[in-house]
């Protein structure tokens, strides 16, 4: 359990450019460190952003997660979460 809120609702209050790029910036390390260690993590969206009550930011809910090194994303398999004009 994270204690904060998610990028999402993060994202929703006023910012300056600065912080939001920090955070987005850390998230981005984040799947780097999982694209490093051959997980492709398949659902990133803000949802799944935790930014925590002490600063961190985490990168979770790696359950559609896939070992391997197809990093490139041309697969024609479609998924993550559908859009909803997608259902």
Do not use: C
């Amino acid at each position: 359990y994270v204690q904060g809120v998610t990028l999402g609702h993060w994202l929703a209050q006023p910012r300056a450019w600065p912080e939001v790029l920090e955070v987005l910036r850390a998230a981005g390390r984040g799947l780097a460190a999982a694209h490093a260690k051959g997980l492709v993590h398949r659902d990133f969206k803000p949802d799944n952003v935790m930014i925590g009550d002490d600063g961190r930011v985490r990168v979770m809910d790696f359950g559609l997660a896939r070992a391997g090194d197809d990093t490139t994303g041309e697969s024609s398999e479609r998924v993550g979460t559908p859009r909803s004009e997608e259902l």
